[in-house]
């Protein structure tokens, strides 16, 4: 690759070999470090291989030295096709005006790209990133990759470290984001009890701080006092001396039950391809589009499939012209019943997704149950899921917290 690049911008030439000192020469061309790749043969046998113009011409003293005689064969490069075509005016202003496009072009960011974002999309970070503003086809030297960085920590609070860097016509933003989100430094010690948050059926307990008020088997409902904070002190008569208020801190589990509901129309719309295609191009620049397909007869609709790419002289030198293929399907819409199996299908789908989001939360699922039923509006599917989890959440103590306690409390 770089000895074409080479042969390109220097001018490349082919040269023959004749004669029976061919190897003598390659050796004093070695010797004298002149540039020599390519060596090979043609479909006659000849001995051919690529070198500069420049070099070309230092090898004549080299081959009279080795008696071997050098016949150009093909001129390749720049120069060459500079010189052949140094008459063409518009063609060399072209050539010209396309380098200073290239240059202008050199000046503004053209692609931004993320690296190491896991939380965040790509998109969100760009909305953001609109707002400060920071976004493409604006002039570098307005981008202060200090400013952004510290504007995406103080933005995002899960982003721990960020690292912006312009080269060429890309921004590009490495990221890196808490694996857990850090717990308080200080734990929150204000007094509270703990009620149930849902209704449910007692399981097991896990008492760390405070008075259990419930025991498994035990029905509760939302609001009940599950454990107290308040914790009263007795004299050996068994009488009630004072209290002592804590933050109260428990496990308690109980058999819960949700329900989720889902309607579905009565039918819904079905594409059916008729096997008709049509395929064409389009070029994106400076945000503007042109599209090249054959036009569609009729009143046929057609679901449209594209690949975009965009173009980049290098890596990291990006260009605001945007290109691909546009792939056009025609389809025949049409109303469909739903089926019994249909919906039964869709019912376990549903199910199964709603169990999921359940177990992410730590929940642990006991038993599920859905059903179906049909109305003139449509389907209507109705699931309940029997579940194991954590009800008990903190509220404040009242200030006139009545004790009834007694030493014999269960805990």
Not at 62 to 86: C, I, M, S, T
Not at 320 to 327: D, I, K, Q
């Amino acid at each position: 690759m770089r000895e074409k690049r080479r042969l390109f911008f220097k001018g490349g030439v082919q040269a023959e070999i004749t004669g029976l000192g061919r190897e003598r020469f390659f050796n004093i061309a070695a010797r004298r470090e002149l540039f020599v790749t390519g060596i090979g043969t043609d479909r006659d046998g000849h001995v051919l291989f690529w070198t500069t113009g420049e070099d070309y011409k230092k090898m004549k003293p080299a081959a009279r030295k080795a008696g071997v005689r050098l016949f150009l064969r093909k001129k390749y490069g720049l120069p060459f096709f500079l010189f052949r075509n140094r008459k063409r005016k518009p063609l060399a202003a072209g050539f010209i005006c396309f380098f200073l496009l290239l240059y202008g072009l050199s000046f503004f960011i053209w692609d931004i790209s993320f690296e190491g974002n896991l939380r965040f999309t790509d998109q969100t970070l760009l909305h953001y990133m609109e707002t400060l503003p920071v976004a493409c086809g604006m002039r570098k030297s307005a981008v202060s990759c200090e400013e952004l960085e510290e504007s995406l920590r103080n933005q995002f609070a899960e982003i721990t470290w960020v690292s912006a860097e312009i080269k060429g016509t890309r921004l590009t933003v490495r990221i890196k984001e808490n694996e857990a989100m850090l717990s308080p430094v200080e734990p929150d010690r204000t007094p509270c009890d703990l009620t149930a948050e849902k209704d449910g059926v007692i399981e097991r307990c896990v008492v760390r701080n405070g008075l259990l008020k419930v025991r498994a088997g035990d029905p509760v409902a939302a609001g009940d006092l599950l454990v107290a904070g308040t914790i009263p002190i007795y004299d050996d008569s068994e009488n009630l001396v004072s209290s002592h208020e804590i933050r109260a801190d428990a496990e308690v589990y109980a058999r819960t039950v949700y329900e989720t509901e889902k309607k579905l129309p009565l039918t819904y719309e079905v594409k059916s391809r008729t096997g008709r295609v049509r395929r064409g191009a389009f070029f994106s620049i400076f945000g503007r589009t042109f599209y090249f397909l054959m036009p569609a007869y009729g009143d046929a609709s057609w679901e449209f499939f594209m690949e975009e790419r965009q173009l980049r002289l290098f890596e990291d030198f990006c260009l605001p012209v945007y290109g691909g293929l546009v792939t056009a399907l025609e389809y025949v819409p049409y109303e469909r019943a739903y089926t019994k199996e249909e919906v039964s299908a869709e019912k376990d789908r549903y199910m199964e997704e709603y169990m999921e989001k359940l177990q992410e939360k730590g929940i642990q699922i006991l038993a599920n149950d859905g059903k179906i039923e049909k109305g003139e509006s449509g389907w209507k599917i109705q699931g309940t899921v029997t579940v194991i989890e954590d009800i008990a959440g903190p509220v404040p103590i009242p200030e006139k917290h009545e004790e009834n306690q007694t030493v014999n409390e269960f805990n």
